[in-house]
């Protein structure tokens, strides 16, 4: 996936960066090597918000809120994950009806 990190009232360092590019990894197998996603980070308060967009054949998005950033992108990704196996498993219903 080629994805795009936008930070609002947010600093991600290079490590984190890192970490969250590593993670998102996971998706390649879902989505294609050339599929856009947009990752965008933002601080509410106490809290840390983090919104993940892939614009595949059928669009997805998740997004977390939490008082750490590393537990939402854990949080994120399960929720694509589910997202893209719901659309995959109604694809196949309706080629085998």
Same mark, same amino acid.
């Given at each position: 996936? /080629?994805?795009? =990190? %936008?930070?609002?009232? &947010?600093?991600?360092? *290079?490590? @984190?960066?890192?970490? +969250?590019? /590593? /993670?998102? /990894?996971?998706?390649? #197998? &879902?989505?294609?090597? *050339? !599929? ?6 933002? !601080?509410?308060?106490?809290? &840390?918000?983090?919104?993940?967009? %892939? @614009?595949?054949?059928?669009?997805? $998005?998740?997004?977390? *809120?939490?008082?750490?950033?590393? #537990?939402? =992108?854990?949080? =994120?990704?399960?929720? =694509?994950? $589910? @997202? +893209? $196996? #719901? *659309?995959? !498993?109604? !694809?196949?219903?309706? $080629?085998? @009806?």
């Amino acid at each position: 996936m /080629k994805i795009e =990190i %936008v930070c609002r009232d &947010y600093h991600a360092d *290079e490590k @984190q960066t890192a970490l +969250f590019l /590593k /993670k998102l /990894k996971r998706l390649d #197998k &879902y989505f294609g090597a *050339e !599929t856009p996603a947009r990752l965008a980070l933002r !601080t509410e308060g106490g809290q &840390y918000g983090m919104e993940l967009t %892939v @614009q595949g054949a059928q669009p997805a $998005r998740a997004e977390a *809120e939490s008082t750490d950033m590393n #537990k939402n =992108i854990d949080l =994120i990704i399960p929720r =694509i994950t $589910r @997202q +893209f $196996r #719901k *659309e995959h !498993t109604k !694809t196949i219903a309706k $080629r085998e @009806q």
